[in-house]
């Protein structure tokens, strides 16, 4: 390619960066020439322009064949004029998680050392493999409908959300609190906020024993509420009969359950463990077990197989001493005074809202 | 969960290239949040795709710069940047005086940084239009031919045979010569 052919030739080669390094010094050289080089730096404009115009306006074609193919699920049914409603696919899910709850409870095994895996004992993370299959067969069963009046309809791809569980606020600035099984098979991990938004996480300690982590919001400047977090951890054991709660995330709203604490210890005498009679479901592993007066107890691990009233917390102690070994622990702004300790139980809750989130684990 | 997988970065090269399993998957993740926060605020699912849509497409601008680095997640991006569009929309539609929300955007990084962006955006999307109303005047076959090329992607080797040429380097001179008229009619047109 020579230079005096085609300013244009030149031009294209200039924005793909195909030019030869001789190309380049011969470029430059007939630059000094102001004409030149105006003219070359127009061609060099336009040419970015329509290629860049002519890109995004794939990229449009692209994203509006996406948001088609990805609502295809909301399309009627002419025949019987039945309009899916736009939470279909939803509600699809959380009636799949009842249905899984009580059926087919698959054992996760955890705890190797203390034969928990051939117990009765359930971790409580929503695992929503499971639920994509029953949906997925709903789906199959839909689509064959639809399919008879419309041929060509796509069908919306799985998202590749794998566990959820719910976590808790550690310190206003991030971190926060979860069970270990939610988040030890998974790829990233995400918290969704109250409003919806997603914020990626990274783990910053965890005790598989104890069944406990602490990760933290990778975004700088991140706060999950508008004050310190408001409720306190006390390292002491609760009493037997304590009236508690617990906040979480079963389904993609907040749930809140009440219950009290029917043994100081957990499964098989797990001293690090409360056992609570609190109904809790899939989704809810690492909720946080407050006692009315603000106290933040422990976390929620697993539930009982064969008496689903079991419910089996970590105790905040094991949580304490898993926070003491980060090595900046000392710098945590741990929170301080309870503030939940006079509110009323609704009050209680809409304070803890903020702090206590879906937590969302993704694996490939 | 030690190594995170899904590295944001990845996926905004991946987008940038327009790659659609990338696109796929931020369309999959946060279409349904800013679809649910616009109808909480008065908007219609119609609205939210418009609106999701044109946010995606100022991610894509920006990411089509190699150095370019989000400082927050791609979701809290495009959550912010929805929001600030819609407030514009809405504050241009004159319907009523509209007051930013104090959680639209961070009030720690600054909704300066989106309203940036969005400007920027905007003035891409006009030059993009005086580009396109260039191209509707610069006749036949130069339209049809800069179209196949720029805006469908086609070979020149399929473009020679679309166009009845006889050879691709003969359809590529004929390309060169329609930029060159393109050229004059949008500098032209700017210059007014």
């Known amino acids: ?364 | 969960m030690h190594s995170p997988l899904n590295s944001e970065q990845q996926l905004l090269a991946a987008l940038a290239a327009g790659q659609r399993g990338a696109t796929e998957q931020l369309y999959q993740q946060h279409y349904h949040v800013i679809n649910g926060w616009l109808i909480k605020n008065g908007g219609s699912s119609v609205d939210a795709a418009d609106l999701f849509q044109e946010a995606m497409v100022v991610l894509f601008g920006k990411a089509q710069d190699k150095d370019f680095r989000l400082t927050c997640s791609i979701g809290t991006y495009l959550f912010a940047i929805s929001k600030h569009l819609w407030y514009k929309k809405l504050q241009r539609s004159h319907r009523e005086p509209v007051y930013l929300p104090d959680n639209a955007g961070d009030e720690d990084e600054g909704g300066i940084a989106y309203d940036d962006d969005i400007n920027v955006h905007e003035e891409r999307e006009a030059h993009y239009e005086q580009l396109d109303a260039a191209l509707d005047q610069v006749g036949e076959p130069c339209r049809s031919l800069l179209k196949a090329y720029y805006h469908h992607d086609k070979s020149m080797q399929d473009i020679a045979a679309d166009f009845g040429y006889t050879n691709p380097d003969n359809a590529k001179t004929q390309k060169y010569k329609c930029l060159a008229r393109l050229r004059k009619l949008f500098y032209t047109m700017q210059a007014k």
């Open chain 1, 1 to 364: 390619m020579s230079l005096n052919k085609n300013i244009w030739e030149v031009a294209e080669a200039y924005v793909a960066g195909s030019l030869s390094q001789q190309e380049i010094t011969e470029l430059n050289g007939r630059l000094a020439s102001a004409e030149f080089a105006n003219e070359f730096n127009e061609a060099v404009d336009l040419v970015r322009s329509v290629a860049g115009n002519g890109k995004q306006k794939r990229f449009r074609a692209m994203l509006r064949d996406i948001h088609q193919k990805q609502t295809a699920g909301k399309v009627i049914k002419k025949g019987l004029n039945i309009v899916l409603p736009a939470h279909f696919w939803r509600t699809a899910a959380v009636a799949a998680s009842v249905a899984i709850l009580t059926s087919t409870i698959t054992i996760w095994s955890l705890k190797p050392s203390i034969n928990k895996s051939e117990s009765q004992y359930n971790n409580i993370s929503r695992e929503v493999k499971d639920i994509k299959k029953v949906q997925a067969q709903q789906q199959a069963t839909q689509n064959q409908l639809i399919q008879k009046v419309n041929k060509n309809l796509p069908t919306p791809p799985p998202s590749d959300v794998k566990y959820t569980g719910t976590g808790f606020a550690l310190t206003n600035d991030g971190y926060f609190v979860t069970a270990y099984h939610v988040i030890a098979d998974g790829d990233s991990v995400y918290i969704q906020s109250q409003d919806g938004e997603y914020f990626k996480a990274f783990l910053v300690n965890f005790n598989a024993e104890a069944d406990v982590a602490i990760l933290k919001v990778e975004k700088k400047n991140f706060h999950f509420g508008k004050g310190d977090v408001p409720y306190v951890f006390t390292g002491s054991k609760a009493t037997l009969g304590a009236q508690i709660y617990t906040l979480g995330y079963p389904k993609d709203e907040m749930v809140y359950s009440e219950g009290y604490v029917s043994a100081k210890n957990g499964y098989q005498g797990d001293e690090q463990q409360y056992t609570l009679s609190l109904p809790a479901g899939h989704g809810q592993s690492g909720s946080p077990v407050i006692d009315g007066k603000g106290n933040l107890l422990g976390l929620l691990t697993a539930v009982g197989r064969q008496n689903e009233a079991n419910t089996y917390a970590v105790s905040s102690k094991a949580l304490l001493e898993l926070l003491h070994t980060i090595p900046h622990a000392n710098s945590l702004r741990l929170p301080k005074t309870n503030r939940l300790g006079h509110m009323s139980r609704e009050s209680q809750i809409e304070k803890m809202q903020p702090y206590t989130f879906s937590v969302k684990v993704y694996k490939k």
